[in-house]
């Protein structure tokens, strides 16, 4: 059973950045596919951005795109989520999920099987 450990929220300024780190307690994540969910206070969750099995491809939510960046690092059993010029509509709960393809493009939750626990990201001044 794979089990994702979620970390690097906090509260940060409009224009902050945060680096967000997926990682793995046990298994190896380098056989599946990482999506980047974030949950706004009562709203559904919404991909963000995922990553190939082996970091060769990689697609962001138009949202996002030019300030968040995911890539990983399989040697650490890691996976990351750059989030450069926050503004206050990244308020929310970060989530990473693992899923082996195929996946949609911006990733769809249905299509992911192991989740972490998520991580708070609060964008205020």
């Known amino acids: 059973q794979l089990q994702l450990v979620a970390s690097g929220g906090a509260l940060v300024q409009p224009g902050g950045s945060l680096r967000l780190s997926c990682a793995s307690s046990g298994s190896s994540l380098d056989r599946y596919a990482i999506g980047w969910f974030r949950q706004a206070p009562g709203k559904e969750h919404e991909g963000v951005a995922c990553?190939?099995?082996?970091?060769?491809?990689?697609n962001h939510a138009d949202s996002v795109k030019g300030r968040f960046t995911v890539s990983r690092d399989n040697a650490k059993n890691t996976v990351y989520l750059q989030t450069n010029s926050l503004k206050a509509e990244d308020t929310g709960v970060f989530y990473c999920?693992?899923?082996?393809?195929?996946?949609?493009?911006?990733?769809?939750?249905?299509?992911?099987?192991?989740w972490g626990q998520g991580t708070q990201v609060t964008v205020s001044s």
């Open positions: 999920a693992a899923t082996e393809p195929p996946y949609s493009n911006p990733p769809l939750p249905k299509e992911f099987d192991f």
């Open positions: 990553i190939s099995s082996s970091g060769i491809s990689a």
